[in-house]
């Protein structure tokens, strides 16, 4: 199961991606299991030497009773220091934030994908849509002969 911030792509160049752990209760991470997870309003923020996740909409678990999580929690991203300060770097840059790209499971441990990013203007937005129609056209086309 992938969650995917398809607005991301839309808005920003993705310059680097790296993959972070997350930290997550019980409840949380069933609701994650459910589908009920939505990165796309969601940023990191680097504070006092640790990376979280603001925004993150995870909904309440049904049967969690009074052990539910509050929904948008500030989450803890588990990284190396190296990888911290590279991170911390690359914000200091102008225009640059971190942008969750997708959430994953790997060998069973909820992993996102942290892209570092900076935003597109109108016209880059516009250039995209069109790179991308024409891509569409073309392998149309192509499929017909």
């Given at each position: ?81 190296k990888e ?28 996102v994908a ?32």
């Open positions: 199961m992938e969650i995917l911030n398809r607005k991301a792509k839309h808005d920003y160049f993705i310059d680097e991606i790296i993959e972070a752990g997350i930290v997550l209760t019980g409840t949380e991470i069933k609701s994650i299991r459910s589908g009920d997870c939505n990165i796309k309003d969601c940023y990191g923020l680097i504070k006092n030497n640790e990376v979280f996740l603001l925004n993150m909409y995870i909904g309440q678990y049904k049967e969690g009773n009074i052990f539910n999580h509050e929904e948008t929690r500030n989450r803890k991203l588990l990284l190396h220091k911290i300060a590279k991170l911390q770097k690359a914000i200091e840059q102008k225009g640059y934030t971190l942008i969750p790209i997708k959430l994953y499971f790997k060998d069973n441990k909820l992993k942290l892209g570092i990013c900076h935003g597109k203007k109108d016209y880059d937005k516009r250039e995209s849509i069109k790179e991308r129609d024409i891509k569409r056209e073309v392998e149309k086309n192509l499929k017909r002969y």
